[in-house]
């Protein structure tokens, strides 16, 4: 009698030790599983981290490059602006010149005056 209680027991334990065993590969096969995707996600996170690094750095070289931009177009735009206030005091003085000699030939007529004996042309 003790020594089916024994067997019993014995093969009770050899059950159980195979169960955990199993248990516990199955547990190792995932912890090797979620070490993997662990790695592969730090993986992925450092490929993003200097992704996101090289972003900041062409954000601030675009920044620079607008700056240089913006810039050169405010002396372009005082450039045109200096040219315009050039252009209309010479446009002025154009006007005031010509408005003169206008005024000039209006009061005297240029040399004699035309011959009467012409008419007008037709085509035959």
């Known amino acids: ?3 089916d209680f024994c067997v019993d027991e014995f093969n009770t334990n050899k059950a159980q030790t195979e169960t955990k065993e199993r248990e516990k ?3 190792a096969a995932q912890i090797e599983d979620f070490a993997l995707t662990i790695k592969t996600f730090t993986e992925e996170l450092d490929g993003l981290k200097a992704e996101i690094a ?3 750095v062409q954000m601030k ?3 620079e490059d607008r700056e240089k931009q913006n810039h050169e177009f405010q002396m372009t735009v005082s450039d045109q602006r200096a040219t315009q206030q050039l252009l209309k005091k010479a446009l002025d003085f154009l006007n005031d010149f010509y408005a003169k000699k206008a005024s000039f030939a209006q009061q005297e ?3 004699p005056p035309p011959p009467a004996g012409f008419k007008e042309y ?3």
Do not use: I, S
């Open 61 to 63: 070289r675009a920044g």
């Open 122 to 124: 037709k085509n035959n």
């Open 1 to 3: 009698k003790h020594k």
């Open 25 to 27: 590969t199955d547990v």
């Open 109 to 111: 007529p240029a040399g």
């Open 54 to 56: 090289e972003m900041q």
